[in-house]
């Protein structure tokens, strides 16, 4: 028996890259078939196990489609989501796998679209190292300011523009400075605040989407003294340790 050829090439590399991003969702047996086929680094068994690993993302999602309100469901039903998902070589399905925990299916909207967002009410920060992400940043402090002067801290220009270029939309609010239809779905969905720090006892925002070159940007904050979400306004150059960005995908 001719042995199955071992990995050259880019996009042999491309296809190990997949697996190892892919690794922290999958369940046990999953992961075990994974580095078995890493060890071996097989073609045949690399693409067995990302064909298993794209499998049990579908019917993870298929779930959380499950759990949604039948008046959700009832704008597209899941045989259209899951085909859209696998459409162009599973596109949409590895924009959503890539999201932070795996991304997680929290509603329809009224164009009968599946929206997956980041998984957890942590936002995901942009241009920050992890030693970096609770840092507390006061503009109106000097000495602080000045300690961090020269690193790089996302606001929402950066911010908009990475986040569209890597394939994700920011969630907006309805106009008027409330929280949008979309956004009460994810909270509806998650029974928990649409962003917050993971214990409750921290500031937390998110950039929203404000167009191209805004006076002012919106965001939507969590305020840990009243437990309260909102929609405020900001020079868009502000830059804080705790506000990033809750990421959307359309689908």
Known sequence: MKKADTLKGSSDEALVAELQRRAPQLPDSLKQQLTAALAEKTRPQLEGALSAAAENAIQAYGQQYDSLP???KSRCDWKTVSARLLANGSEKLKLAEAMQGGGE?????????????DKGVEPVMYGYDEKDK???IYDRDPKQMAKVKNEKWANYFETREQVLKDGYELFADDGNYNLSDEMRQVQAHTKEPFVASKDRKEWRASWLESGGRPVDARSVNFDPDGGLVYVF????????????????LRV
């Open 134 to 136: 609770l840092v507390q």
């Open 105 to 117: 299916l929290v509603g329809i909207d009224a164009e009968g679209k599946a929206m997956f967002k």
């Open 233 to 248: 306004e900001y020079n868009p150059e502000f830059r804080y340790g705790n506000l990033g960005v809750a990421r959307l």
């Open 70 to 72: 039948d008046g959700d």
